[in-house]
């Protein structure tokens, strides 16, 4: 079976339980997955109960499927993503995106918890992802190209939709919540980045580093969703403030925040 015969079977069995035709999609990431939960007229599908999904391993991703609506706007609802550091191909890390695709969702909206590298961002910032950079050793586009998906060599110039970001930041000043805007690395993980590594994201032009969201973006914009990405700063990067790093914090400073969160993609998700 083909990557593209893989994500079909995926997306028939989802549109045999609901309807995602036109819907904003929605990936929440570490600790801020609660949105989910206010979703009205759910429609909820595990994970696990998807052909060819893998299961979801990581503390705060829910690991399931919800259809429904916000603000009274139609969203499909990733509860959880998967993650290349455990052990997912690229493929399989992407492949949400291309399901999303094949079920009729016209723009995807993608969270993530980052690590700031920016001094002048602190723990709890919203960052608006203008750009990245792929440092994770690996494309989910790599390997043969499947027209039905997008083409062979697809643009990254305006990866993250400069309208939707727009956007974004209109939402954010209306709601009176401070927000940034920058670059995001990606890189493979589990550890979290060292010093040293720090040094060279800050050196090439990242303002926040994380474990996930390219392998999104790329198949995204390879089958032509548009994309807004918004990273919640859970942590400042290892070395600046000299402090240990922990799963708990990234998850402690998203409960903090979650507030916030929830009201500015609701305001971007109704006026989408």
Known sequence: MNEYERCFEAAEYIR?????????????????????????????????????????????????????????????????RFHFYEGNDMKTVAMPVRVMKLLGVKALILTNAAGGCNKTFKPGTLMFIDDFINYMGDNPLYGPNDERFGPRFPDMTKALDPEYNELGKKCAEKLGIDVRSGVYMGFRGPNYETPAEIRFAQTIGADAVGMSTVP?????????????????????????????????????????????????????????
Do not use: W
Request: charged share 25%.
């Open 16 to 80: 045999s339980r609901l309807d995602a035709k036109d819907a904003i999609g929605l990936v929440l990431g570490s600790g801020l997955g609660e949105l989910g939960n206010e979703i009205s007229d759910p429609i909820i599908v595990d994970y696990a109960d998807i052909p060819n999904f893998p299961k979801t391993t990581v503390p705060g991703h829910a690991g399931r499927l919800i259809c429904g609506k916000l603000n009274d706007t139609k969203v499909l609802c990733m509860q959880g």
């Open 216 to 272: 999104e973006i790329l198949a995204a914009r390879h089958c032509g969703l548009r994309v807004i990405g918004i990273s919640c700063i859970t942590n400042m990067a290892a070395g600046i403030t000299g402090e240990e790093l922990s799963h708990k914090e990234v998850q402690e400073t998203a409960d903090r925040v979650k507030e916030q969160f929830k009201q500015l993609i609701r305001e971007i998700v109704s006026q989408m």
